[in-house]
C-alpha cells in the first residue's frame, strides 16, 4: 500500500463474514473463510492504506468461540491496520468480547456502543441486537446515547455504523428481520444533525442506498455470499454467490464524504488508456 501523506481519510466497510470453525461450511454449502481472505489480500493490494476498517456485523455464523479465533486468525495480516467491530444477529456480545480482549471499545455494558475517531471522521456505532432474534431493534436508551453522542460530536463529519439496515429494501424476507423497531426514532435523530454524512449498515448482503434523514443509508454485500435481488414479496430466502465486495468511505480534508464499492479478488490490470499521450487505438 502506499502511505504517502494523503489530506483524505479512509474508512473501509467490511460486513456480514459469517465465518465458521475451519473447514465448516455455512449452509452447508459455503466456506466463507477463503472469501474473506480473499478480500483481505485486496485490500491490502488497494494503493492507499484504510484509516480503519469497521465490520459491520455478523463476523462469524452462531458466535462461538471457535468461530471468533478463526476470524482473529483470518484478519491477522491487517494487524497494522485500526480494526472496529459490530454485532450482527449471527453473533454474540460476551463471546465477542472475550474473544477480542484487546478491542476496549467493545466495553462491557448491556450494548456494543462506541464513538471513536478516525482521522477528520468520528465513527459512532449503533447496536442493533436482539438476542435469540434474527430482527433488529433500537430501544430508548441506545437511541439516547445516539443522540447525545451526536450533540457531543456535532462540529465534526460523523459516521454511523450499525447491523440492521434503518429502511425498508423491499426484499421481503430480509425486511421481515430488518430494524422493526427506532427506525423512524433514529431517522428524527439522524436529521437533526447534518455533520451526519453516511449511515452504513450491514445485514442484506448486497449493495442499497436511499435517502435517511438528511443523509444516505447504505449497505455493503458481503465477502462471501449475496443475498438474491429479487424484489417479490414472497420471494424465498436465497443466496447466490454473486461476487463480493466491500466499501470504502473517503473524506477529503474540508470536503464531502465520497463512497466506492470496491470488488474483492484479483482482476486483470491495469492497463493504460493513453501512450506517449495519445488515446490508444
Known amino acids: 500500500m502506499n502511505d504517502h501523506k494523503r489530506d483524505m481519510t479512509l474508512l473501509l466497510q467490511l460486513s456480514d463474514p459469517h465465518i465458521r470453525e475451519p473447514g465448516r461450511l455455512a449452509y452447508g454449502r459455503i466456506n466463507t473463510a477463503p472469501y474473506l481472505a480473499q478480500a483481505v489480500q485486496t485490500i491490502l493490494r488497494q494503493p492507499q492504506r484504510p484509516d480503519a476498517i469497521v465490520i459491520t456485523g455478523d463476523l462469524t455464523d452462531f458466535g462461538r468461540a471457535a468461530e471468533y479465533e478463526h476470524l482473529q486468525s483470518l484478519l491477522a495480516p491487517l494487524a497494522d491496520v485500526a480494526l472496529y467491530l459490530l454485532p450482527g444477529n449471527h453473533d454474540e456480545r460476551q463471546q465477542l468480547r472475550a474473544s477480542f480482549p484487546a478491542h476496549a471499545y467493545l466495553g462491557n455494558g448491556e450494548f456494543v456502543q462506541y464513538s471513536v475517531p478516525i482521522g477528520d471522521l468520528q465513527l459512532v456505532t449503533l447496536d442493533t441486537v436482539t438476542p435469540g432474534e434474527s430482527h433488529g431493534t433500537l430501544c430508548a436508551r441506545?437511541?439516547?446515547?445516539?443522540?447525545?453522542?451526536?450533540?457531543?460530536?456535532?462540529?465534526?463529519?460523523?459516521?454511523?455504523?450499525?447491523?440492521?439496515?434503518?429502511?425498508?429494501?423491499?426484499?421481503?424476507?430480509?425486511?421481515?428481520?430488518?430494524?422493526?423497531?427506532?427506525?423512524?426514532?433514529?431517522?428524527?435523530?439522524?436529521?437533526?444533525?447534518?455533520?451526519?454524512?453516511?449511515?452504513?449498515?450491514?445485514?442484506?448482503?448486497?449493495?442499497?442506498?436511499?435517502?435517511?434523514?438528511?443523509?444516505?443509508?447504505?449497505?455493503?454485500?458481503?465477502?462471501?455470499?449475496?443475498?438474491?435481488?429479487?424484489?417479490?414479496?414472497?420471494?424465498?430466502?436465497?443466496?447466490?454467490?454473486?461476487?463480493?465486495?466491500?466499501?470504502?468511505?473517503?473524506?477529503?480534508?474540508?470536503?464531502?464524504?465520497?463512497?466506492?464499492?470496491?470488488?474483492?479478488?484479483?482482476?486483470?490490470?491495469?492497463?493504460?488508456?493513453?501512450?506517449?499521450?495519445?488515446?490508444?487505438?
Not at 222 to 240: F, I, R
Not at 241 to 252: D, F, Q
Open 142 to 281: 441506545r437511541l439516547e446515547w445516539l443522540a447525545a453522542e451526536l450533540e457531543r460530536q456535532r462540529h465534526k463529519p460523523v459516521v454511523i455504523a450499525m447491523h440492521h439496515p434503518p429502511f425498508r429494501t423491499l426484499i421481503g424476507h430480509m425486511d421481515k428481520i430488518g430494524l422493526l423497531s427506532g427506525a423512524a426514532e433514529l431517522e428524527a435523530i439522524v436529521a437533526r444533525h447534518l455533520n451526519v454524512e453516511r449511515v452504513i449498515c450491514g445485514h442484506l448482503h448486497r449493495s442499497i442506498q436511499v435517502r435517511f434523514g438528511g443523509t444516505i443509508a447504505s449497505t455493503v454485500p458481503s465477502p462471501a455470499h449475496q443475498v438474491c435481488l429479487d424484489l417479490d414479496p414472497d420471494a424465498a430466502s436465497a443466496w447466490t454467490y454473486e461476487p463480493p465486495a466491500y466499501a470504502l468511505h473517503a473524506l477529503p480534508k474540508g470536503g464531502r464524504l465520497v463512497s466506492h464499492l470496491a470488488a474483492s479478488g484479483a482482476f486483470e490490470g491495469p492497463f493504460p488508456f493513453h501512450d506517449g499521450g495519445k488515446l490508444i487505438d
